[in-house]
């Protein structure tokens, strides 16, 4: 919602994914649920008097309604724009007061809003959220003026920035016929034709106590958080929710390549992007996915950053990166950056070449294990954070897993074998042949004149 | 409706503008409308007793509800499949009966559905089209069958044809975030998983006489022609119709590229597919680019071909095409095929040589005036058809334009002036710039190893 840590966040939520921890349970959460419907998890951590309290809606900018794209994500800031009880705006300006601070997000299968503050005002917070969940009342004129702070964020963000705008077309041009392919924040023309009946009918539909999961990180039980979460959500009614209509993108054929030359661009770099499982649609590939990408790029002694950044210094960059916290599809990318005067093309040929390989060959034991020790270990560092594990509960919650997937995910990781890994290497990352899962390379270049005729054709 | 004539007439729909007529009044058509909101236009072609009675609804694949892609096009075939009073199958085998012939069809901005009979039955033919309007009864095993016959449909032409499915991904690259990019017949998956609810609330929702347009060609008169009507569908209730929502085109940035090399694709081509305006959003500037389409690529003798395929002896293959008949966004294409051995990328440049020659001199008045004159002789041909006319004026009305401004084509293409052309060239033909509107270039090869390896960068 704040434009500096909606960029951070953004970040967090689109570009990694989230590794969930280790041992025989990584957080120790707890669950209940209230009549209505409404889902409450704990995550006892008494080391300060502190909270993160969140509330997650499962409703994101995939559950749009064509021609209203970033949608959810407006209605994300009409979130503090006032209640019967509260002016706009009062509702930081006291989580501000209380020594607190609070802020929200939007993403393609959920919303979350949430608060860090002292145990002794959660009560207070969760009375806030019950508020907005019902209460919601929109000045007229602050319906106007956050359409032109969300127009202005997506010009900065992305309108007036070439890249920004390349990395939209890609996604599209990726999730055919799916709502991925559309950017969160929304398209510039659809933002503009907003009416004051669409957010009605969209807060209507989606914003209630059975299609929402309170998360609290801290210092707090299930005995002193259900009688505060009872107190003000047990009576809100539960809807009968809109179903959640996500189309499959079709088979495709042929490579696509996207190519931008720009006088903003000063280093060639290309990234391939491939359709992938999300742990949603193939749990076991996703887990052998995240493997595969901690053995391709998980550090400087791993495959392709030795092969070729430490080793052969051709490049200054590379990487696999896999993201499959999603409800419906995941994404795994290859990119990279040549050296000065490297050639663009080459770098491409030797990463393939090391994809190659492990196709062919498969990986060592020792690659195998050094992976998932690597990728278990960052479960434990997981755990220090008061917001961290809230937030990775959520988003998994939000897209399909279990508490127990998440609980469990360690044990899950160490079973994955090594034929696991290089069956997910050859079933997604597939370079060559025209019947192909969807996948799109983009070209960055600096912008020079002839190459730039030479493009045109 | 059937397999063969489907064929046809998606050739004729959505591959050519049928250029409108000549003269003061190109097919003198007269229209009443009925108290429901009912049109009916009638063109007047007393040479036999013969009629084509066609009824064009407002609805297309672009109104399809987001997951049911296909489903104007599917409900178009169960139009056939029985009424309270005709059994599945009976409307035709009556229209056969009676000696005529009747099929439908659908685009994306209409369906429809026409007989060609002897005017005795015209009488007839509007009362089972307006029974059908109304009373559909489906029975639940057509439902399914009906399922199988348009899956296999789809297989037959795009599934299991490289070239198809590549035409296809090409549509979805350039129509982002609009229903133009999704294929009419609708994505496999979802083909599958129609539910009888969706169907029912589709007819409920677009089958309406204020919907409609009926178009009568042949032996008719209004006289003649208006009681049969009101006894047929004066009674039927006109309905509260939804909003059509579509979406915008964002703008692009950089250049598309889609490679298809594969063992079915015997010699190279390329086509260059821009976004254009139709006629209904730009009217001069369709009327223009039809002229320019003439110009560039409207015989034997004009430019492309006399330069590429003629003179040069470069190309078998080469030429523009202009497609403006749609109610939101048209399509310009730039096409060719080099001769045995001849270079693709060598051609390109040919092509873009051409098009920068028009856009830097402009055109000679010799070439307009050619031009013109070729548009407008056409007009006189269309007049000749007993459908012809009929399905230029449905498709017109269809996409936003008035009768007038079908009438009046002649003189509107008279008006257009040699600048008028040369803008177009320059505004929509973009080979360049990297902010451009979005266009996409698509290559098809032949399938050679070598060629393939280099290709999977």
């Known amino acids: 919602m704040k434009l500096s840590s909606y960029i951070g966040l953004y970040c967090l939520l689109f570009l990694t994914f ?33 909270v993160t309290s969140m509330i997650w809606y499962k409703v994101g900018a995939a559950d749009e309604p064509q021609g209203l794209s970033g949608m959810a994500h407006y209605f994300e800031h009409l979130m503090f724009k006032g209640t ?25 299968d959920y919303t979350a809003y949430f608060q860090t503050i002292a145990v002794e005002h959660l009560d207070k917070m969760l009375a806030m959220e019950a508020d907005r969940m019902v209460n919601l009342k929109v000045p007229k004129e602050h319906f106007i003026s956050e359409k032109k702070v969300v127009l202005e964020e997506r010009r900065q963000r992305t309108e007036n920035d070439p890249k920004g705008l390349f990395g939209e ?33 969209f807060y209507d539909a989606w914003y209630a106590p059975n299609n929402a999961v309170i998360i609290i990180s801290g210092d707090v039980t299930i005995k ?16 009968e929710l809109p179903k959640r209509v996500r189309p499959s993108v079709p088979k495709a054929i042929g490579q696509t390549k996207m190519i931008l030359r720009h006088s903003s661009i000063h280093q060639p770099s290309f990234s391939k992007v491939f359709l992938a499982p999300s742990f949603q649609n193939a749990k076991k590939d996703a887990l052998a996915l995240q493997v ?43 990119f990279g950056t040549p050296v000065e005067n490297g050639d663009l093309d080459t770098l491409i040929n030797d990463i393939h070449a090391e994809i190659k390989a492990l196709q062919v060959n498969g990986v060592t034991a020792k690659e195998l294990e050094d992976a998932k020790q690597q990728l278990i270990d960052s479960a434990i560092y997981a755990r220090d954070s008061l917001s961290g594990p809230a937030m990775t509960i959520g988003q998994n919650i939000m897209t399909g897993s279990t508490l127990d997937d998440v609980e469990n995910w360690p044990e899950a990781i160490q079973a994955v074998t090594a034929d696991e890994v290089r069956n997910v290497a050859i079933k997604y990352l597939t370079l060559e042949t025209p019947w192909v899962r969807p996948a799109i390379t983009g070209y960055l270049y600096p912008e020079t004149k002839t190459k730039k005729m030479k493009d045109a054709k």
């Not at 259900?226 to 809807?239: M, N, Q, R, S, Y």
Request: glycine share 8%; net charge positive; charged share 25%.
């Open 224 to 239: 002193s958080v259900k009688p505060l979460v009872e107190k003000h959500f047990a009576d809100i009614k539960p809807k």
């Open 18 to 50: 989230w590794p969930l921890s280790a041992q025989a349970k990584v957080f120790n959460a707890e669950s209940f649920k209230l009549e209505n419907g409404l889902e409450v998890i704990i995550i006892p951590n008494n080391r300060a008097p502190v």
């Open 84 to 108: 019967d009880k509260l002016a706009p705006g009062e509702f930081s300006r006291t989580v501000k007061k209380l020594g607190g601070n609070d802020n929200a997000f939007t993403g393609q």
């Open 169 to 201: 077309q890609m996604r599209s041009a990726l999730f055919v016929n799916h709502p991925y392919g559309t950017p969160t924040i929304g398209w510039m023309d659809e933002i503009k034709g907003y009416d004051w009946e669409d957010v009605k009918i």
């Open 292 to 334: 595969l990408e901690q053995i391709l790029s998980g550090g400087p002694t791993t495959r392709l950053y030795k092969a070729l950044v430490v080793d052969n210094k051709k490049a200054i960059s590379v990487g696999l990166s896999y993201n499959g916290t999603a409800s419906d599809y995941g994404t795994l990318s290859l």
